[in-house]
């Protein structure tokens, strides 16, 4: 019979000794891919290299690498992860700024100033990208911002992120702003489609909320 | 179609349209598992028991509470709700065809006869796994012979790895298997069922470990196949892709990893390429950009 | 090229489109627009998912959204120009990236096509019919 009789497992010796921070930094910027995902893991939640993962970022050309830096920075966690997910959110590169739209919802509502901030971008993608964010907030702090921008944001694609969200978190007190947004972007067939579906998604049976 | 009708405070509980809806869009974009229009009453009822369970006062209470993210536990309570999750020999078969019709074929290419095979089942639960996937080799696989295969099992829970090193089963878990193969690979356990041959028993290494211990789980490395069938599913975002992280890492170049049926790595990470097989699509590790 | 001509005739022979986007209203108001025009439609929600449905079932297009968690719309197209049985499916490219270097770079990555999002339903059909062909009434 060809089946090993028990395998043995190879428990690794250095399994359990912490690499000097030094070498980790380094191992940062290896050529090997598994050296720099596990050194980006291993200096996950960190706040003092915060900086050098969100450094390694923009240059990381591997996928696992830079789940790995966006998992540690999301370890970090709190206004300065915002804040570095923040920036990248203006970055040319799509898995940059799509990424750092994932990791904003995990930092949930330590993201809101930075968040608030991007609302206001002049930027409209900055600002689409923003509302994003806000699908994964609590009714309380989402709805009144999605109102905001249902109300006043002048770029059809951020009304349109912001309607999206509104489908899915949106209450019957968003049915008013829908109905004033479906009016302002007439000409649009797909905003006034996804104002539709919004509003039959928002509206309590059960009388306003 | 009929509702789910129940009662919370004098009101029947309906699950509207709209409700159905939302409720859908967030599962399948949180678990990939999508419900069409003729699972209304399928879902509904569901959905009904977990608002009643819950303690919630209306559909809208609940799923606000659903979609925050620490609340996990409810997450898993509607998998275990939508998905069936009984084990037994040779489930999900076709996966174990795909092994031995296409992953090992290519695995094997290029390797020398004698040379190691290794598969790892977690979580391996009562064994019907690993053991499966032994017998499946044995009877299906032409090289078998022709290559030394170590067939490793973990779970996290103690007590279901003690029940699978006994290699005792009962007839439900044998119901997929051809009689022949109940004759030959196993004995009479009394009331008991069914007892697995030494020799196909002792060929699974049975180990605990918990999938979010990186040591633990870097213990396992140079493997070539990993079945990870209905564990992933249940985790939180962040841990399951460091768990797949730690998955990737066990696997060698060119090796494999299987997820259950209503499982995908399209809600987990982007680190396996997904391959197409007559038999199955499995995800392969591919060798890193540089 | 039509597919339609190797279509005629068989049972549920319409040109079978994949919406792939992240957006649940944007892949409710495609999938409206092309039941409506004849096709049949699948939806994914980001681009490792289209591309395991591409894998899994014989597509006559894509239409695949940029801005995609997980994988993005250029890596699917990159990884279904790799495969040979996903190689040749056409694929219409979306973004809400209107600059022209968007749409060269979504040319030279292997797109059919690259339209700026929102797209109006008249300018979906046109664009869907001239790569897959008009389904016969």
Redesign the interface.
Known sequence: MPLLQAATLAVQDNADIPTPRELLLEALHHRGVDQRRRAARALAGDPETAFVLAACLPGEPDAGVRDALFAGLIQVGGLPAAEIFGRLLGSEDVNLRVGAVEALKHLEEDAIPVIDRLLGDPDPDSRMLAVEVLRAWSRSEAIPRLRRVIETDQHVNVCAAAVDVAAEIGTAALVGSLGGLRRRFAEDPFLIFAVDVACEQSASPRGAR | MPAAMREIRGQPLTITPAEFRRFCEFFYRRTGISFGDNKRYFVDKRLVERIQATASSSFDIWFESLRRRDVTREIEQLINLFTVNETYFYREDHQLACLTGSILPEIVAGRRKGARVRIWSMPCSTGEEPYSIALYLLENWPAVDDFDIEIMASDIDTDVLRMAATGVFDSRSLHRLPRELVKRYFTSAGADGHRLIDAVRQAVRFNQVNATDVAAMRAYDRIDVIFCRNMLIYFDDLSRRQVVELFFESLVEGGFICLGHSESMSRISSLFTPRRFPEAIVYQRRAATP | MSSLAARAGSPGGAPHVLVVDD????R??YR?ILETAGYRVSE???G??G??QA??TSFDLCIVD??????????MLR?LRR?T?TRSIPVLMTS??AAPHDRSRAIEAGANTYLV?????DRLTGYVAALVGKVQA
């Open positions: 957006s649940a209203v944007l409710m108001y409206q994914a929600i980001n490792l998912e591309l395991e894998l899994r940029v801005n995609m968690p997980m994988m993005d719309g250029y890596a990884e495969d049985s809400t990236e999002k929102p797209v109006p339903p």
